[in-house]
T-cell receptor, first 115, second 116 residues
Framework: DTGVSQDPRHKITKRGQNVTFRCDPI?????LYWYRQTLGQGPEFLTY????????KSRLLSDRFSAERPKGSFSTLEIQRTEQGDSAMYLC?????????????FGSGTRLTVV | AQSVSQHNHHVILSEAASLELGCNYS??????LFWYVQYPGQHLQLLLK??????LVKGIKGFEAEFIKSKFSFNLRKPSVQWSDTAEYFC??????????????FGKGTKLSVKP
């Protein structure tokens, strides 16, 4: 069990640029989740996948956000035309099916700063 | 909308003091409940979880939590804290109804500072 890996750990970008983050879940975990955490708040659910299928998207996930998990393994989260309000920690978590009995394993996150 | 409330934003204790962190949720049905901890510079880690059965749940590092359904509460306790317990603690809820998608609703977190 190598844990959930996220890359990069930190990203600074200029407003209007596109950014992409990667998450590698624990290999036997079917479910993969993306959360966003801003200062002083708990993580907020964005979207989740079961294998390669994206099964739910939060209203927080605007049209500028897109997530993929093409082969049911790693996932990417892309933000287009970044805004300062996108500055946050983006967390990835994975779990076995069926959730949540096995609990979630979280990655260390990608901290995005939009300047 | 479902929500989770953590009453204390920042708690400061001396070593060996007892700890109780409050958590209330707003959801009338079956719930699965969690406490996560985030040590400085580290990722979220599961402390304990409740699905069913004994409402007093024991977790790692001497933590426990009690589910009181009538109060919609799931408070976290530890009889004697250590300096190494300094961290941020998050309560989380997952609606346990059939077809639940498994995503968690988190509280805003409580920062615990333990003075040596």
């Amino acid at each position: 069990d190598t844990g959930v890996s996220q890359d990069p750990r930190h990203k600074i970008t200029k407003r209007g640029q596109n950014v992409t983050f990667r998450c590698d879940p624990i290999s036997e975990h079917n479910r993969l989740y993306w959360y966003r955490q801003t200062l002083g708040q708990g993580p907020e659910f964005l979207t989740y996948f079961q294998n390669e299928a994206q099964l739910e998207k939060s209203r927080l996930l605007s049209d500028r956000f897109s997530a993929e998990r093409p082969k049911g393994s790693f996932s990417t989260l892309e933000i287009q035309r970044t805004e300062q309000g996108d500055s946050a920690m983006y967390l990835c978590a994975s779990s076995r099916q069926p959730p949540p009995n096995y609990g979630y394993t979280f990655g260390s996150g990608t901290r995005l700063t939009v300047v | 909308a479902q929500s989770v409330s953590q009453h204390n934003h920042h708690v400061i204790l001396s070593e060996a003091a007892s700890l109780e962190l409050g958590c209330n949720y707003s959801y009338g049905g079956t719930v699965n409940l969690f406490w996560y901890v985030q040590y400085p510079g580290q990722h979220l880690q599961l402390l304990l979880k409740y699905f069913s059965g004994d409402p007093l749940v024991k977790g790692i590092k001497g933590f426990e939590a009690e589910f009181i359904k009538s109060k919609f509460s799931f408070n976290l306790r530890k009889p004697s804290v250590q300096w190494s317990d300094t961290a941020e603690y998050f309560c989380a809820v997952n609606p346990g109804h059939r077809g639940s998608q498994g995503n968690l609703i988190f509280g805003k977190g409580t920062k615990l500072s333990v003075k040596p």
